[in-house]
């Protein structure tokens, strides 16, 4: 493991890949500055550029956005109480509350440093529990898949922002979006239609592109003539000093763990991680009043906790080859796109690639720091971009990615038309990630779930027999208990 | 006018009615070891998005009748579409047909600037951005990762 990694280091400083690192660092960093443009997004956008590129530095560049792109989230956030992400919605309790106080540069750099504990313990957990994982995940049959795959779904209740039965709703709308095409067991037609692009099933990426990049592309447009121009706040230049270091450091290590643990949960992501590591925070601190008016605590807990997910979500993704957020699913693609099966044989096949990927976690993350710290003057101008600029980039670049896929005009109409329902379901308050979660655990369970019965010649004692299958099943009935639980009590809280 | 908390449930419950009808038609498995065929999932799918959607249509109807009346008439519904999402469709839509038509160059160039016309941008840097950006992308997806861009029915 040790020669890989630091041939892995020695991959992430060569010429072919640094360049290429820094510059999707750096992109993911504006385009998460830039309001309503997600970490999703920008390495969906980023996505079609890496089809050229060979495998480390196409996926080093992706994750290197996926960083940035978290972290940039934090800076309108901060300035601007606009998240530029929905994993910096935590942040803009503390962050902005404190620029208004007159410490941007001070909200500024503690998010930078937290983002990078948060980066680099998740990053660190992923190369220790990853290749054990896969070991682990070499035992993985039918059953177990399928009991994996339905602990995913049931975490589409917890991305289910306040109606449960909604994202459920967006749930099944994504489950049945998976089953077009052909059957995987009997290669029945389903859903196709007559349409010969629709036996081959409905392309995630079109799918991603379009409930993404589209659908927020056209509320942006929607929202520009509405929106007031808000005015930066007023810019100081302290930074955060030693002794506020030392203050935040326990706080951003505590939420670096649970966002890892949070994100290599397949379907939690960044947003929910964030505050679930910001109401720990809160839960056990000494003057949890202080949260919400500018407390550094507050701040150091969502950008270390929606940060820590960055490495976590690659550990499913890695290992088993579910992924633990949007993004990882975009990352799937891309790992699909440049011949790579994720999974436990992806360790043994091509371990120079999943080394090469983790050192350059780490270089991406001292790298966001770096940047972070260098940027606080720029972001400030950078905020600034008019939306009348940017909407027009987003829609134009969607249409082209979603070409780009198969050279394929259909997967542009997928992509409208997915950006159509997107922005419709965005109206109704029905979140649009479980749909997306949905297509990718759907297959997957149909698939295993039939295989296992044919297995157990149509019995359903496999899963309760089987303890892998079981403990999932067992996760994922507390996975939904606990949801509804929390769920209940936030409406109670609401209330009061 | 018909609620959208009512009308897009049921929306869904008509067309997993119709998705039941698609699916009774599939073929049952011809082998004896298939216990379940292609339908079995499309099937417990639709079935789920009638039982939820009904459920959003009770919950909605129980949370109408727990608001006091003159609360209701207070809240507003936002539109479900905007003049700007109508131009955003048609954007959209007449860009892909474009795109089709003349190819990615011409179709981004009349895009944008019909765009940037259509808000009244008056500012010529605007559209040198615009132009700019249109001629980078060609210029990164042709020439820098050899990713064929449309080049339109027209001119082939």
């Known amino acids: ?496 | 006018m018909l609620n959208r908390n009512i009308f897009f449930p049921s929306l869904i419950i008509l067309l997993s009615l119709i998705f039941l009808v698609f699916i009774s038609q599939f073929p049952e498995p011809r082998y004896q070891d298939a216990p379940v065929g292609a339908g079995f999932f499309p099937a417990v799918i639709a079935v789920l998005q009638i039982v939820i959607c009904s459920v959003l249509i009770f919950q909605y109807k129980q949370k109408q009748n727990n608001q006091n009346k003159q609360k209701q008439q207070q809240t507003k519904e936002i539109p479900l579409v905007s003049k700007h999402s109508i131009f955003g469709f048609t954007l959209l839509i007449g860009y892909a047909a474009l795109i089709t038509l003349v190819g990615y160059l011409p179709a981004s160039l009349v895009g944008f600037t019909y765009y940037l016309i259509y808000y009244r941008v008056k500012k010529p840097l605007y559209y040198v951005i615009a132009w700019i950006f249109v001629f980078t992308i060609y210029f990164l997806f042709g020439e820098v990762f050899v990713i064929s861009l449309p080049e339109g029915l027209l001119f082939f």
């Open chain 1, 1 to 496: 493991m040790t020669e890989y990694l630091l041939s892995g280091f020695a991959s992430a400083f060569s010429m072919a890949v640094f360049p290429v690192l820094v510059f999707g660092v750096l992109g993911g960093v504006i385009l998460g500055a830039l309001p309503g443009l997600t970490a999703t997004m920008g390495v969906a956008i980023l996505l079609p550029f890496t089809f050229g590129m060979d495998a480390t530095p196409a996926l080093v560049m992706l994750i290197g956005v996926y960083i940035g792109g978290i972290y940039g989230g934090s800076i309108a956030a901060i300035l601007l109480k606009t998240p530029g992400t929905p994993a910096s919605a935590a942040t803009v309790l503390d962050g902005h509350t404190m620029a208004i106080k007159g410490l941007a540069a001070k909200a500024l750099s503690i998010a930078a440093v937290a983002s990078f504990i948060g980066g680099l313990i998740s990053t660190v957990v992923l190369i220790a529990v990853a290749p054990i994982l896969a070991d682990f995940a070499l035992r993985f049959n039918a059953p177990e898949y399928f009991a994996l795959a339905l602990f995913g779904l049931t975490i589409i209740a917890s991305v289910s922002a306040k109606n449960i039965m909604k994202g459920l709703l967006a749930g099944t709308i994504g489950l049945l979006v998976s089953m077009v095409g052909l059957d995987p067991i009997s290669s029945v037609p389903r859903f196709t239609f007559g349409v010969m692009d629709l036996y081959s099933g409905i392309n995630i990426i079109p799918v991603l592109i379009g409930l993404f990049a589209i659908a927020e592309g056209l509320n942006q447009l929607e929202k520009m003539s509405s929106d007031k121009q808000e005015m930066p706040p007023k810019f100081s230049y302290k930074l955060l000093s030693f002794a506020d270091f030392k203050k935040i450091l326990p706080t951003s290590i505590k939420s670096g763990l649970i966002g890892t643990s949070i994100g290599s949960v397949p379907g939690a992501g960044a947003d929910i991680s964030a505050f679930a590591c910001y109401n720990e925070a809160k839960r056990v601190a000494k003057n949890p009043e202080e949260f919400g008016n500018g407390s550094m605590h507050g701040l150091a807990a969502a950008e270390s906790g929606n940060n820590g997910v960055t490495g976590g979500s690659l550990v499913p993704l890695l290992t088993l080859g579910v992924p633990g957020d949007a993004v990882s699913a975009v990352l799937l693609g891309a790992l699909i796109v440049q011949g790579l099966t994720p999974g436990p044989l992806l360790f043994t096949q091509n371990p120079e690639i999943v080394y090469g990927i983790f050192s350059s976690m780490i270089v991406a993350n001292i790298v966001m720091l770096i940047v972070g710290f260098l940027g606080i003057r720029f972001f400030c101008r950078i905020i600034e971009v008019p939306k009348i600029l940017m909407i027009p980039i987003i829609i134009f670049l969607s249409v082209i990615g979603a070409y780009a896929i198969n050279n394929s005009m259909f997967d542009v109409g997928i992509a409208i038309t997915f950006g159509l329902l997107g922005f419709l379901l965005n109206k109704l308050d029905i979140p649009s990630s479980p749909i997306l979660l949905a297509i990718i655990l759907g297959p997957m369970a149909e698939t295993n779930l039939r295989k296992s019965l044919i297995m157990y010649e149509g019995s359903w004692s496999f899963l309760y027999d089987r303890p892998i299958a079981l403990a999932f099943i067992l996760f994922a009935i507390f996975s939904v208990y606990s949801t509804i639980k929390l769920k209940k009590k936030e409406r109670l809280a609401e209330k009061k």
